[in-house]
């Protein structure tokens, strides 16, 4: 069952000195399933950034069509987008984004705070997401006093713990070492396959990508190839290295 679908979606950015416009995308079309982990790669300046912000709501495309669910959010105003992200979206990003003020308990179930949610069905959904995600023990901390993976996982769970329709993860083991890229990866497959959690993450690392169910390839703006996991993840890793070096991707972006 698709989720989201993406339909000739295209953004164009006009010059700053009123030179020629250039195309970030250019009619980028490709289905979400319900339940799928996919992965967006493709080489430096391809689009991909772009086309996660424009899915994601982060930024509105010049034309095409985007929906979620079967239903439209293009043409929501703000404060309709604002709970449309609350209740229907979650975001993981590189940097974390999580506040300084508050403990990790606080920062994941923030979300569920704003949306008045009662206090029962918050520390039940806390206890769930935080034994996934093996954090259990670190909730009474401050993100200061945590390790950069302990902080990612913290960001899964804000990020899951609203049941989104859908998670987006832009570069999310960006500025781990290789461990803790390792276990967030094993954390996030977990919540995929065990709380059939949607995800589509943009990286250039084709470890983290041998996570993912399906990749699709953007180069140019446009949707180049699309490769779907059928063996195992070691095989899976070796066909994206392929598809990257024909693509633009290169091993030093894999780095």
Request: no cysteine.
């Given at each position: 069952m698709n989720i989201m679908e993406v339909r000739d979606v295209k953004k164009e950015y006009g010059s700053k000195n009123g030179g020629s416009k250039s195309n970030a995308l250019n009619g980028v079309s490709f289905s979400v399933q319900k339940g799928e982990f996919l992965g967006i790669m493709g080489p430096s300046g391809a689009g991909?950034?772009?086309?996660?912000?424009?899915?994601?709501?982060?930024?509105?495309?010049?034309?095409?069509?985007?929906?979620?669910?079967?239903?439209?959010?293009?043409?929501?105003?703000e404060d309709e987008l604002s709970m449309f992200r609350r209740k229907q979206l979650g975001f993981i990003f590189q940097d974390y984004n999580l506040l300084d003020t508050l403990t990790l308990k606080e920062n994941i179930i923030l979300p569920l705070s704003l949306s008045k949610v009662n206090v029962a069905s918050m520390e039940e959904k806390l206890k769930k997401i935080s034994e996934i995600?093996?954090?259990?023990?670190i909730l009474g901390k401050y993100p200061y006093e945590v390790s950069g993976g302990q902080k990612q996982r913290a960001a899964a769970a804000r990020a899951i713990i609203t049941d989104p329709e859908i998670v987006f993860a832009d570069e999310p083991t960006g500025a781990l070492d290789s461990k803790s890229s390792t276990e967030l990866l094993n954390n996030l497959s977990l919540l995929n396959k065990d709380n059939e959690a949607t995800i589509v993450m943009v990286t250039h690392d084709a470890f983290a990508a041998s996570y993912c169910d399906r990749i699709i390839f953007i180069k140019d703006g446009m949707l180049d190839t699309e490769i779907e996991k059928?063996?195992?993840?070691?095989?899976?890793?070796?066909?994206?290295?392929r598809t990257l070096s024909i693509v633009g991707g290169t091993e030093s972006e894999l780095a």
């Open positions: 991909k950034s772009t086309l996660l912000n424009v899915i994601s709501t982060i930024d509105s495309p010049t034309s095409g069509t985007i929906t979620l669910g079967g239903k439209s959010f293009l043409k929501l105003n995600l093996n954090i259990g023990n059928t063996g195992s993840r070691k095989d899976f890793y070796n066909e994206i290295l």
